[in-house]
């Protein structure tokens, strides 16, 4: 079980996680050089897929409660 502060910890985590996504979005639609555009977008991508993980943990905890 969860409690409610480690909760309010993962929500914390989630709301970095959907700012590194913009972020690095954000990056690869701004550099020229296709290398690191590429990097940025690998990196946005990886970042969507733990914000995905951790948001449907929240959701199924939050079921629990």
Not at 10 to 24: A, I, P, S, Y
Not at 49 to 56: C, D, E, L, T, W
């Amino acid at each position: 079980m969860i409690t409610s502060k480690e909760l309010m910890h993962l929500e914390d985590f989630l709301n970095m996680g959907q700012l590194n996504v913009k972020t690095f979005q954000h990056l690869s639609s701004e550099v020229q050089d296709q290398q690191a555009k590429q990097l940025f977008q690998q990196i946005s991508q990886k970042q969507q897929q733990h914000v995905q993980s951790i948001s449907k943990h929240l959701t199924g905890a939050q079921t629990l409660q």
